[in-house]
């Protein structure tokens, strides 16, 4: 994990160093949690290479449809002939005791079906967000981890890194005073064949895979639940790409308190993620917000200038999310980002697109 | 005019210099246009210093209702006392040969009433946005100027802005392919005896003076008028100084071709102005996008990446905004900026407060 001894310096000030510091928390006991990665996509790779870098985690086991790919991932990460699965035995791996955990990498409307039999395997489940492809799927896999006496917990892996809670942290100690409203747009022009533009694997157009960021973002920088939703989707582009899914939404928010949002999503073009937000003393952003190497801050309040580029690079917030989960299980804590938490954005998204006059 | 030899070859280059050059157009005549200034508050003053950098417009008349604050800006402009008015006698103006425009900045609800008694007078119109407090004040001011035969111009500086009208144009030859959306935000800390929180004095809250520019950013940046609206307004701060209008609203519009926007204004923070275009092949950015000093535009695109910010200073686009005008009365055209074009706006703000339950 690549947080230099300055970041380690400024976050333990914060008090949340503990909480994203690899085997700081895992040290009662020498135990590293097994996972078995479940999609060995591009996102598995960041997430394996992540797990490399913890002190309480790794690689034992490997669920694909290629076998072939699988046996070249699992020279290059140790793991055993006998943990490599193909989805139809994947059953068995509860009869495997190095594998603790599994991490859902899949398309969304496959996490379900995965999550619930690694439940009922024994196995606690790590799974990406979107939490699924419909709110009906969220809520199932949330009881079948309940009655396995799982842990369920939701990749936000924005949860888990540094300058997001170091945003959090300003906003929460009024540093830009009350906020009033907050600005978010997050996409990028999708390839005619990646599976996100099949509806039924992806239950949706790009709320679901990177509006998402926006809409969680919003939720973490305010503190509380949206109550309203406005949205418009369109699609410019009639090549055949966007027959099954939207190409662009954008979305309003209302809170409580009355804090407002605005929120952009696309694939059909480069939108980097950032977000704004705009308080009574001063604003703070993040830009770039949710690429996979650090994000920068900067933010401008009762005569502070800040403006930090975090050293940090691509795997780190895979490591930071692998760490917090196997910490949880290790030592018996509910994660910061449980299957409820994926739900949430669930009904969320339901209301965008409901909003924006589209059925999922 | 503080535009330096290199944006002139640029701008000469996209054909575009003509149209903010003072005095260029005016050639055809070695007349200055006079103009009598009704309001002298800030922005009054950042136009009569514009206008000593063209060359074809001059101060000859001041209206005010404080004749001590008139006769020191008299004196500074070399305005002969005969030429100061006050609210009262300022029909007075029929008779004044030195008059030929008059310039609106007054507080909104009172633009249509000098705006009709000044076309009465025989005089043109250059009016201070947002044009009117309400549709049909800005119609009845279309009305009296058509029937009086005088020109009516909205001051929409950012027509005449050589980074805006750059970034138009980047946009219409396809720098970055399809425009998807685009993201804009203005807004600004409120002081508490602002005319603006005067319900009655403004018309309404922070769209009516800042939300405009994004809402006409988004239509200049497309080159299409929105055919939908949805919008959420909130007050946090509840010391009294929102009694009359709302403290934010954020809005999305959606344009025919599929465009969408997502804006955010306030008068609660803090808001420097902005707007990103989203485009098929790469984005274009303006930020700052909306101050009196020169602008600073990013974009990216086939692998062309610009970021330029402009030398221009205050009051280079009250200069080009008044060489505009004055140029269309001497050579009889039609301000790319008139009457209607107030108008549109006044019908989408309407919509927009429509949306967010706001009765104007």
């Known amino acids: 994990m690549s947080l230099t001894r300055r970041d380690f310096t400024r976050l333990s000030a914060l008090g949340l160093a503990a909480r994203f510091t690899p085997g700081l928390n895992a040290q009662s006991s020498s135990r590293k949690i097994g996972y078995a990665i479940i999609g060995l996509g591009r996102i598995a790779g960041n997430f394996m290479r992540g797990i490399l870098a913890t002190a309480n985690s790794s690689v034992t086991g490997l669920v694909s449809g290629h076998r072939e790919k699988a046996d070249r991932i699992a020279a290059q ?51 990406e967000k979107p939490m699924s492809s419909t709110v009906a799927e969220a809520e199932a896999m949330i009881a079948a981890c ?67 960021y926006c809409l969680n973002a ?12 406005e949205a418009f989707a369109s699609t410019l582009d009639h090549s055949g790409r966007f027959n099954e899914v939207e190409e662009n939404v954008v979305w309003t928010e209302k809170f409580p308190s009355g804090i407002l949002a605005s929120c952009s999503t696309t694939y059909g073009a480069q939108m980097d993620g950032y977000f704004r937000v705009y308080g009574s003393r001063g604003w703070l952003e993040v830009d770039p917000a949710f690429n996979y190497d650090g994000p920068r801050l900067r933010a401008q309040y009762w005569g502070t200038r800040l403006d930090e580029q975090s050293p940090a690079r691509d795997p780190y917030q895979f490591a930071a999310e692998a760490d917090h989960f196997s910490n949880c299980i290790l030592n018996g804590l509910e994660p910061t980002s449980p299957g409820e938490e994926g739900l949430r954005d669930m009904n969320y998204i339901t209301r965008i697109y409901r909003s924006a006059g589209i059925t999922l």
């Open 77 to 127: 990460y140790g793991v055993p002939a006998g943990s490599i699965y193909n989805y139809e035995n994947f059953d068995e791996i509860l009869h495997n005791p190095v594998i603790d955990a599994v991490y859902v990498a899949l398309p969304n409307s496959m996490h379900a079906e995965f999550t619930i039999r690694a439940a009922k395997a024994g196995k606690h489940v790590l799974c």
């Open 146 to 212: 309940k009655q396995a006496h799982v842990k369920l917990m939701i990749a936000y892996r924005c949860h888990y890194e540094p300058v997001h809670l170091r945003a959090i942290k300003l906003i929460r100690d009024g540093a830009i005073g009350q906020v009033q409203s907050i600005q978010s747009a997050f996409g990028f022009s999708c390839d005619p064949s990646d599976w996100r533009l099949k509806k039924k694997l992806a239950g949706g157009g790009p709320v679901f895979d990177v509006g998402i």
């Open 218 to 229: 919003t939720r973490y920088l305010t503190g509380e639940e949206p109550v309203d939703f």
